[in-house]
Protein backbone atom coordinates (compact mmCIF):
# COMPACT_ATOMS: atom_id res chain seq x y z
CA UNK A 1 0.00 0.00 0.00
CA UNK A 2 1.16 3.04 -0.69
CA UNK A 3 1.75 5.89 1.88
CA UNK A 4 1.73 9.46 0.25
CA UNK A 5 0.87 8.96 -3.82
CA UNK A 6 0.82 11.60 -5.96
CA UNK A 7 -0.27 11.83 -9.80
CA UNK A 8 0.92 12.33 -12.36
CA UNK A 9 4.30 11.01 -12.18
CA UNK A 10 5.70 12.87 -14.84
CA UNK A 11 4.10 16.69 -16.19
CA UNK A 12 5.06 18.09 -19.72
CA UNK A 13 3.49 21.59 -20.59
CA UNK A 14 3.38 24.77 -22.31
CA UNK A 15 4.44 27.96 -20.47
CA UNK A 16 1.31 29.84 -19.76
CA UNK A 17 -0.26 26.95 -19.10
CA UNK A 18 -2.70 26.26 -15.77
CA UNK A 19 -2.07 22.85 -14.31
CA UNK A 20 -2.21 20.65 -10.98
CA UNK A 21 -0.56 17.72 -9.02
CA UNK A 22 -2.72 15.61 -6.63
CA UNK A 23 -1.30 14.22 -4.07
CA UNK A 24 -3.10 11.60 -1.04
CA UNK A 25 -2.02 10.06 1.68
CA UNK A 26 -3.72 6.86 3.56
CA UNK A 27 -1.53 7.39 6.78
CA UNK A 28 -4.22 9.10 8.54
CA UNK A 29 -2.01 12.67 8.91
CA UNK A 30 -3.49 15.63 9.95
CA UNK A 31 -0.44 17.73 8.47
CA UNK A 32 0.57 17.94 4.44
CA UNK A 33 3.37 19.06 2.68
CA UNK A 34 4.16 20.48 -0.55
CA UNK A 35 8.75 20.35 -1.23
CA UNK A 36 9.91 21.61 -4.47
CA UNK A 37 13.44 20.11 -6.02
CA UNK A 38 15.18 22.49 -8.54
CA UNK A 39 17.18 20.99 -10.95
CA UNK A 40 20.21 21.67 -8.50
CA UNK A 41 18.51 19.46 -6.34
CA UNK A 42 18.09 21.79 -3.42
CA UNK A 43 14.55 21.05 -1.77
CA UNK A 44 12.75 23.78 -0.40
CA UNK A 45 9.36 23.81 1.49
CA UNK A 46 6.50 25.62 -0.49
CA UNK A 47 3.64 24.84 1.67
CA UNK A 48 2.65 22.98 4.99
CA UNK A 49 -1.24 22.76 5.57
CA UNK A 50 -3.15 21.14 8.18
CA UNK A 51 -7.00 21.67 9.17
CA UNK A 52 -6.53 24.69 11.00
CA UNK A 53 -3.33 26.48 9.22
CA UNK A 54 -1.61 26.80 6.19
CA UNK A 55 1.47 27.82 6.27
CA UNK A 56 2.86 29.31 3.18
CA UNK A 57 7.11 29.91 1.99
CA UNK A 58 7.00 33.51 1.62
CA UNK A 59 9.16 33.60 -1.78
CA UNK A 60 6.95 31.27 -3.06
CA UNK A 61 5.00 32.97 -6.15
CA UNK A 62 0.47 33.43 -5.89
CA UNK A 63 0.65 31.28 -9.02
CA UNK A 64 1.12 28.00 -6.53
CA UNK A 65 -2.20 27.73 -4.74
CA UNK A 66 -2.89 24.28 -1.98
CA UNK A 67 -6.11 23.31 -2.21
CA UNK A 68 -7.22 20.43 0.26
CA UNK A 69 -10.46 18.92 -0.74
CA UNK A 70 -10.20 16.72 2.69
CA UNK A 71 -7.75 15.79 5.16
CA UNK A 72 -6.15 12.94 3.22
CA UNK A 73 -5.48 15.19 0.00
CA UNK A 74 -3.40 18.04 -0.64
CA UNK A 75 -3.37 18.95 -4.55
CA UNK A 76 -0.88 22.07 -5.48
CA UNK A 77 -2.32 24.00 -8.42
CA UNK A 78 0.23 26.25 -10.50
CA UNK A 79 -1.28 28.75 -13.04
CA UNK A 80 0.13 30.75 -15.86
CA UNK A 81 3.26 27.79 -15.79
CA UNK A 82 6.58 29.59 -16.26
CA UNK A 83 9.66 27.81 -18.02
CA UNK A 84 11.38 28.61 -14.08
CA UNK A 85 8.54 26.34 -12.50
CA UNK A 86 10.33 22.91 -13.96
CA UNK A 87 11.38 21.12 -11.08
CA UNK A 88 10.56 17.78 -9.11
CA UNK A 89 7.94 18.52 -6.70
CA UNK A 90 7.15 16.26 -3.52
CA UNK A 91 4.21 16.19 -1.20
CA UNK A 92 4.29 14.88 2.21
CA UNK A 93 2.48 14.15 5.70
CA UNK A 94 3.02 13.74 8.95
CA UNK A 95 1.11 13.15 12.47
CA UNK A 96 -0.51 16.37 13.52
CA UNK A 97 2.00 19.07 14.19
CA UNK A 98 1.85 20.94 16.87
CA UNK A 99 0.35 18.33 19.18
CA UNK A 100 2.75 15.56 18.17
CA UNK A 101 5.76 14.32 20.12
CA UNK A 102 9.18 14.00 18.88
CA UNK A 103 10.23 11.98 21.76
CA UNK A 104 7.52 9.31 21.01
CA UNK A 105 8.71 9.25 16.93
CA UNK A 106 5.29 10.45 15.85
CA UNK A 107 6.90 13.51 14.18
CA UNK A 108 8.30 11.52 10.62
CA UNK A 109 7.54 12.57 7.26
CA UNK A 110 6.33 10.39 5.09
CA UNK A 111 7.64 11.66 1.05
CA UNK A 112 5.56 10.76 -1.97
CA UNK A 113 7.04 9.71 -5.18
CA UNK A 114 7.55 13.05 -6.74
CA UNK A 115 6.23 15.02 -9.88
CA UNK A 116 8.75 15.76 -12.52
CA UNK A 117 6.76 18.74 -14.06
CA UNK A 118 8.79 20.19 -17.54
CA UNK A 119 7.83 23.26 -18.75
CA UNK A 120 8.21 23.97 -22.07
CA UNK B 1 19.38 28.46 5.24
CA UNK B 2 19.91 25.17 6.94
CA UNK B 3 21.68 25.06 9.96
CA UNK B 4 24.25 22.01 9.65
CA UNK B 5 26.89 21.59 7.47
CA UNK B 6 27.95 18.18 6.02
CA UNK B 7 31.00 16.73 3.83
CA UNK B 8 29.54 16.83 0.11
CA UNK B 9 30.42 13.19 -0.20
CA UNK B 10 31.58 10.06 0.67
CA UNK B 11 33.17 6.55 -0.41
CA UNK B 12 32.01 3.60 1.74
CA UNK B 13 33.37 0.07 0.58
CA UNK B 14 30.13 -1.95 0.66
CA UNK B 15 29.87 -4.73 3.87
CA UNK B 16 31.57 -1.64 5.81
CA UNK B 17 30.13 0.48 8.78
CA UNK B 18 29.41 4.23 7.08
CA UNK B 19 29.89 7.14 9.15
CA UNK B 20 28.71 10.15 8.04
CA UNK B 21 29.14 13.42 10.10
CA UNK B 22 27.25 16.88 10.44
CA UNK B 23 27.74 19.44 12.14
CA UNK B 24 25.16 21.65 13.97
CA UNK B 25 26.84 23.84 15.80
CA UNK B 26 23.80 26.63 16.41
CA UNK B 27 21.32 23.84 17.65
CA UNK B 28 19.43 25.42 20.35
CA UNK B 29 18.27 23.22 23.51
CA UNK B 30 14.78 22.13 21.95
CA UNK B 31 15.89 21.44 18.64
CA UNK B 32 15.90 17.62 17.57
CA UNK B 33 17.99 16.47 15.12
CA UNK B 34 16.58 14.42 12.12
CA UNK B 35 18.41 12.27 9.33
CA UNK B 36 16.83 11.88 6.22
CA UNK B 37 18.15 10.50 2.49
CA UNK B 38 16.64 10.49 -1.09
CA UNK B 39 17.72 7.78 -3.35
CA UNK B 40 18.10 8.54 -6.68
CA UNK B 41 14.80 9.73 -8.41
CA UNK B 42 12.57 8.77 -5.02
CA UNK B 43 11.28 11.04 -2.38
CA UNK B 44 13.46 11.68 0.76
CA UNK B 45 13.31 8.68 3.75
CA UNK B 46 13.57 9.44 7.23
CA UNK B 47 15.94 7.27 9.01
CA UNK B 48 16.45 8.61 12.88
CA UNK B 49 16.13 11.58 14.61
CA UNK B 50 17.64 12.53 18.30
CA UNK B 51 17.47 14.97 20.94
CA UNK B 52 19.96 14.36 23.41
CA UNK B 53 21.26 10.21 23.54
CA UNK B 54 22.37 8.08 21.30
CA UNK B 55 19.56 6.44 19.08
CA UNK B 56 19.81 2.98 17.34
CA UNK B 57 16.97 1.39 14.87
CA UNK B 58 16.90 -1.14 12.48
CA UNK B 59 18.73 1.03 9.92
CA UNK B 60 20.99 3.07 11.81
CA UNK B 61 22.67 4.49 14.53
CA UNK B 62 22.80 8.06 15.56
CA UNK B 63 25.40 9.43 17.99
CA UNK B 64 25.35 12.76 18.67
CA UNK B 65 27.93 14.99 20.74
CA UNK B 66 28.00 15.97 24.37
CA UNK B 67 27.56 19.28 23.88
CA UNK B 68 24.55 18.37 20.66
CA UNK B 69 26.77 20.64 18.43
CA UNK B 70 27.94 17.59 16.08
CA UNK B 71 26.48 14.07 15.25
CA UNK B 72 27.30 10.83 13.14
CA UNK B 73 25.20 9.04 11.85
CA UNK B 74 26.19 5.12 11.53
CA UNK B 75 24.99 2.84 8.52
CA UNK B 76 26.72 -0.70 10.67
CA UNK B 77 26.84 -2.92 7.01
CA UNK B 78 26.18 -0.23 3.74
CA UNK B 79 24.60 -2.05 0.95
CA UNK B 80 25.09 -0.88 -2.45
CA UNK B 81 21.20 -0.06 -1.79
CA UNK B 82 22.82 2.75 0.56
CA UNK B 83 24.26 4.45 -2.18
CA UNK B 84 22.30 8.05 -1.54
CA UNK B 85 22.15 11.54 -0.40
CA UNK B 86 21.81 12.11 2.81
CA UNK B 87 20.45 14.98 4.76
CA UNK B 88 21.12 16.24 8.57
CA UNK B 89 18.51 18.27 9.21
CA UNK B 90 17.89 20.53 12.69
CA UNK B 91 14.10 20.95 13.88
CA UNK B 92 12.06 21.62 16.66
CA UNK B 93 9.84 19.13 15.75
CA UNK B 94 9.75 16.44 12.31
CA UNK B 95 5.89 18.13 11.92
CA UNK B 96 7.80 21.75 10.96
CA UNK B 97 8.80 22.29 7.54
CA UNK B 98 12.27 20.60 6.94
CA UNK B 99 14.97 22.84 5.75
CA UNK B 100 17.21 20.59 3.23
CA UNK B 101 20.93 21.42 3.19
CA UNK B 102 23.00 20.42 0.47
CA UNK B 103 23.32 16.74 2.12
CA UNK B 104 26.01 14.50 1.67
CA UNK B 105 26.02 11.78 -1.16
CA UNK B 106 27.29 8.70 -0.03
CA UNK B 107 28.22 5.93 -2.53
CA UNK B 108 28.64 2.58 -1.75
CA UNK B 109 31.05 0.44 -3.68
CA UNK B 110 31.25 -3.26 -4.37
Redesign the interface.
Known amino acids: DTAVSQTPKYLVTQMGNDKSIKCEQNLGHDTMYWYKQDSKKFLKIMFSYNNKELIINETVPNRFSPKSPDKAHLNLHINSLELGDSAVYFCASSQDGFWGDPARGYNEQFFGPGTRLTVL | DAKTTQPPSMDCAEGRAANLPCNHSTISGNE?VYW?R?IH??????II?G?KNNETNEMASLIITEDRKSSTLILPHATLRDTA?Y?CIVSL????????G?GTRLSVIA
Open positions: YYQSQGPQYHLVYSGNTPLVFK
